[in-house]
Nanobody, 124 residues
Framework: QVQLVESGGGLVQAGGSLRLSCAAS????????MGWFRQAPGKERLFVAS????????YYADSVKGRFTISRDNDENTVYLQMNSLKPEDTAVYYC?????????????????WGQGTQVTVSS
C-alpha cells in the first residue's frame, strides 16, 4: 500500500508561482513513474505532467509546457511540481499519482495510487 500526501497549494495572483510537493510512503518510490493531474470544479481530471522513475524523462500537457516543471527526489520519496506564470485557468485541485510501472504516461488509467489533492487558486 502506498500513501501520497500533497502540500503546497494555496491562493496566488496571476503571474505568481507555487511549488507543490507530494510525499510518498514505502520503499519502492524509485521504481515507479509519477504524475500530476488537476481537476477544476465540474470538469474531468486532466493530466498535467509526469516523470520517469529516474527523473531523466518528463512529459507535460501543452497547457503548462514552459511554465511548470516536474521533478523528483528519490532519496526523499518526494515529487515536486514547480508552477510559474500561473493563470486563472490553472485553478484546480492538484493530485499526484503513482504509475503502475516505470514508464511515464499521460493516461489516468496508468496510475493506481492517488493523493487526496491540494487546492490551487489563481486570482486575476
Amino acid at each position: 500500500q502506498v500513501q501520497l500526501v500533497e502540500s503546497g497549494g494555496g491562493l496566488v495572483q496571476a503571474g505568481g508561482s507555487l511549488r507543490l510537493s507530494c510525499a510518498a510512503s514505502g520503499r519502492t518510490f524509485s521504481l515507479y513513474a509519477m504524475g500530476w493531474f488537476r481537476q477544476a470544479p465540474g470538469k474531468e481530471r486532466l493530466f498535467v505532467a509526469s516523470i520517469s522513475r529516474s527523473g531523466g524523462n518528463t512529459y507535460y500537457a501543452d497547457s503548462v509546457k514552459g511554465r511548470f516543471t516536474i521533478s523528483r527526489d528519490n532519496d526523499e520519496n518526494t515529487v515536486y511540481l514547480q508552477m510559474n506564470s500561473l493563470k486563472p485557468e490553472d485553478t484546480a485541485v492538484y493530485y499526484c499519482a503513482k504509475a503502475r510501472g516505470a514508464i511515464q504516461s499521460g493516461r489516468i488509467s496508468e496510475y493506481n495510487y492517488w493523493g487526496q489533492g491540494t487546492q490551487v487558486t489563481v486570482s486575476s
